[in-house]
């Protein structure tokens, strides 16, 4: 279908203009001028196309994607819904010059840069695409909240955003309801509610007129994530462009490699994509890609079955999975390759003879823990009297060693001790806590010699900050290396 022609689903709303009250022509137009502006307002330079071209592929993808069948039995309404739902999806995502300079008066950004800053690499460099940290977040914000941006400008009677007053033109003679369900439409791509008839009810009237809002959501939703085909990322705009921000790179990088996309001529109950890949990583991504959007159409189609049986008869997809057969590797193996590590065996080599040639080396590692528990303590406590105490029970066959250092509480046992290989003492939190103590426990695997001599070890602890609270472990035989 080329560019200037309408789809079916638009011709259909041509048709039905008068009933609801919205003229398509004018629609298509001024969002379309206005989805032109994303790019050039400086946010979302390098991200992939959401021009009305992404809306025409959308209409090619729901042309094959709704069965014969279903299309003709849509109503007028149900059509028109759809096509400016797909016109407006994204619209949220135009953002200006003068709400990042009053960024600071709406709360909600002002809530979002609080909890981002805290993850916020302060030491990552700012690329051309973000001049400053403040232009990275806010467009970081525009991304993450613009189903939600959409969905308030078509609710929003006192409009004050140029964005929110053409929108206030364009559908000021449409009724309440019909702006309420677009508005939730174009919500919805961001959701995973869409299973709630309550909220996206599967007949809802409009005049004489009656539509599915959960169908036509799940229906948005599936086009906007099968759409990968090249034309959204022109080989000559990536080159030129040569996005730094590695999101839109990873992006680009993604969908430029998508020939083709389509139902299966062997079967129609799957969807092809096809694709040449000459990079490893576009291809390993595009596989993820392609599992995840498989997840997706499952989960669509779990929704589909739930209202009753006449509404799912008269509304379904025939497609139910998406196939990454048609994916091409070029100059490498198709096949992912990685390390597998013999747990057990490595566990022996790390605790046998082999690198400590003495079994009496236990009791070495095992008291090294302790002194590095007790200096770090006497760096905190300078009253501290430091005990270590070692007890050989020749009858009861056990070894205790104890001492009154810092002890552990169970985040350190969960995310240190517990994990072989790792140490609390080069952890970010000790640095913190110690930054001029260097312990003689480096590599977290001490603790393991316990099992060249025990079949059992019992770890009793407290933290010397909460001294109140007493924590006990008890791992039996767990190495089996007898």
């Not at 021009?51 to 309404?77: A, G």
């Not at 994204?90 to 600071?104: K, P, Y």
């Not at 169908?215 to 099968?226: P, V």
């Not at 490595?346 to 008291?367: A, F, H, P, Q, S």
């Amino acid at each position: 279908m080329a560019k200037s022609e309408l789809s079916y689903f638009e011709e259909r709303f041509k048709e039905s203009e008068n009933k609801i009250g919205i003229s398509l022509s004018l629609c298509r137009k001024n969002i379309s001028t206005m989805l032109s502006l994303m790019p050039r307002t400086g946010f979302f330079r390098t991200y992939t196309d959401h021009s009305i071209n992404h809306c025409v592929s959308m209409f090619e993808i729901l042309t094959w994607l709704i069965p014969d069948e279903i299309k003709k039995r849509l109503s007028d309404t149900e059509c028109s819904l759809l096509v400016l739902s797909v016109y407006l999806h994204d619209l949220g995502m135009l953002a200006t010059q003068d709400e990042f300079e009053n960024r600071s008066k709406n709360p909600d950004f002002i809530k979002f840069e609080q909890e981002y800053v805290f993850d916020f690499n302060t030491k990552a460099p700012i690329s051309a695409d973000h001049p400053t940290k403040d232009h990275f977040i806010f467009e970081e914000f525009i991304r993450h909240t613009h189903a939600d941006r959409i969905f308030n400008w078509m609710q929003n009677e006192f409009a004050s955003l140029p964005q929110e007053i053409e929108l206030k033109t364009l559908f000021h003679s449409a009724s309440e309801s019909l702006r309420y369900y677009l508005a939730l439409l174009c919500k919805s791509h961001h959701l995973n509610n869409l299973h709630d008839t309550t909220l996206y009810p599967t007949e809802f009237h409009f005049g004489t007129d009656s539509a599915n809002i959960q169908f036509l959501a799940i229906c948005l939703r599936l086009a906007d994530i099968l759409h990968l085909t090249s034309d959204r990322t022109p080989p000559i705009e990536f080159r030129t462009l040569s996005p730094k921000n590695p999101v839109s790179a990873r992006e680009w990088a993604k969908q430029i490699q998508v020939s083709g996309i389509g139902i299966s001529k062997t079967n129609s109950n799957i969807i092809n994509i096809d694709a040449i890949c000459k990079d490893h990583r576009a291809f390993f991504y595009l596989r993820d890609f392609i599992t995840v959007i498989n997840k997706e159409l499952q989960q669509c189609q779990t929704w589909l079955d739930l209202p009753s049986g006449v509404i799912s008869q008269k509304y379904f997809l025939k497609v139910n999975s998406v196939t990454d057969e048609g994916l091409k590797a070029i100059g490498f193996i198709a096949e992912r390759f990685s390390l597998q590590i013999d747990h057990k065996r490595t566990i022996e080599l790390l605790m046998g003879n082999n690198l400590y040639g003495d079994n009496k080396v236990v009791i070495r590692e095992l008291i090294q823990n302790s002194i590095d528990a007790v200096k770090v303590r006497l760096l905190e406590t300078e009253k501290l009297k430091p005990k270590i105490r070692v007890e050989l029970d020749n009858v009861n066959r056990t070894l205790k060693i104890t001492d009154n250092g810092i002890g552990m509480d169970l985040d350190v046992l969960r995310q240190h001790f517990l994990r072989v290989g790792d140490s609390y003492y080069r952890s970010k939190n000790f640095k913190k806590r110690c930054p001029n103590y260097t312990p003689i426990s480096q590599f977290g695997i001490g603790f393991l010699t316990s099992f060249m001599i025990a079949d059992k070890v019992e770890v009793i602890t407290k933290s010397c900050k909460v001294p109140s609270k007493i924590l006990k472990l008890v791992l039996e035989d767990i190495y089996d290396l007898n």
